[in-house]
């Protein structure tokens, strides 16, 4: 009997434990439970509790750059900033405590966000004259990086950034068709406009091609001419259908994914990709034969 395609809490799991190492048994064995085991009762306790912190965190950051707001409950925020710091900073000590490849984790993307979730406040309180070599309002702006923190702890995020994985060659293809596009058709807004309707230099007409391409149009800089005012047309309309474009790619792929036709786990020997149909005798990638599943 085929056995049933992992969910992604269960994949996103299995993926920790195979590349950071899970302790056998101890206290460590549990603390890894809870803090990356989402689906156990400990581990949806731990993610509500933290998304909630940093959900509160990422307000006190933001309340604390209004001016009236600070005057008024300065030493409040300041105390919750202390905080959510310590909490944050636990949070970080007990997730590399309680795995086999500590550095591995501190060396990947969820390992950096954490880190840079409590590095500023300490900077701040280490170097005071840090605005000499650093301007006050970057450390308060990292601070704001604890927002992507949720993406550990919501595992929809896991599967959205699959679909972007799986989709990247199509999106890069379609990204670079647009911008030849959108760098021909500046080229000759410029050769039509002219510097006298402010199309000053081919960079500057191209600027212009993409606030328009995107539907945005700033009015900066606008056609004069019938001819660039049916091409500006035109480009409107082929803005609409080329947003478009992405969502369906994306869309695609997280349906694949949602209906369980890849395979936790299936790898390319050859390539290394992982977006292999089940059914799949040759990579799509490289074109290397697979091995039977």
Same mark, same amino acid.
């Given at each position: 009997m085929k056995a049933a395609p992992l969910t992604p809490q269960q994949r996103s799991a299995q993926e920790a434990q195979q590349r950071y190492?899970? #302790?056998?048994?101890?206290?460590?064995?549990?603390?890894?439970?809870? *803090? &990356?085991?989402?689906? =156990?009762?400990?581990?949806? @306790?731990?993610d509500l509790v933290l998304?909630? @912190? *940093?959900?509160?965190?990422?307000?006190?950051?933001?309340?604390?750059?209004?001016?009236?707001?600070?005057? /008024?409950?300065?030493?409040? %925020?300041?105390?919750?900033?202390?905080?959510?710091?310590?909490?944050? =900073?636990?949070?970080?000590?007990?997730r590399l405590s309680c795995l086999q490849h500590p550095v591995r984790y501190a060396r990947s993307f969820f390992g950096i966000i954490d880190l840079l979730a409590i590095v500023p406040t300490y900077v701040g309180l280490l170097l005071p004259g840090a605005h000499v070599l650093i301007d006050v309002r970057i450390l308060r702006l990292l601070r704001m990086f604890r927002i992507l923190k949720l993406t550990s702890y919501v595992h929809e995020y896991t599967m959205l950034g699959r679909a972007l994985l799986a989709s990247r060659r199509k999106i890069l293809i379609f990204l670079s068709v647009?911008?030849? *596009?959108? &760098? %021909? %058709?500046? =080229?000759?807004?410029?050769?039509?406009?002219? #510097?006298?309707?402010?199309?000053?230099?081919? #960079?500057?007409?191209?600027?212009w091609a993409i606030s328009t391409m995107t539907t945005v149009g700033f009015g900066d800089i606008?056609?004069?001419?019938? *001819?660039? /005012?049916?091409? @500006?047309?035109?480009?409107?309309?082929?803005g609409w259908g080329i947003l478009a474009v992405p969502t369906g790619i994306i869309s695609a792929e997280m349906t694949v994914q949602r209906g369980g036709r890849q395979q936790a786990g299936r790898r390319c020997p050859g390539c290394g990709e992982r977006d292999i149909d089940d059914d799949a005798n040759y990579c799509k990638h490289c074109g290397d034969s697979l091995p039977t599943p």
């Open positions: 190492g899970k #302790p056998e048994a101890g206290w460590r064995a549990h603390m890894y439970n809870v *803090i &990356f085991e989402s689906e =156990t009762r400990a581990g949806r @306790a731990f998304i909630v @912190a *940093i959900l509160i965190s990422v307000t006190v950051v933001v309340l604390s750059s209004v001016a009236s707001v600070a005057a /008024r409950h300065g030493a409040l %925020l300041l105390g919750l900033e202390w905080f959510f710091t310590f909490l944050f =900073t636990a949070e970080y000590l007990a647009v911008m030849m *596009i959108v &760098f %021909l %058709l500046g =080229t000759v807004m410029y050769v039509v406009e002219g #510097p006298q309707n402010g199309f000053s230099s081919i #960079p500057t007409s191209i600027y606008t056609p004069k001419t019938d *001819i660039g /005012r049916t091409i @500006a047309s035109l480009m409107m309309l082929l």
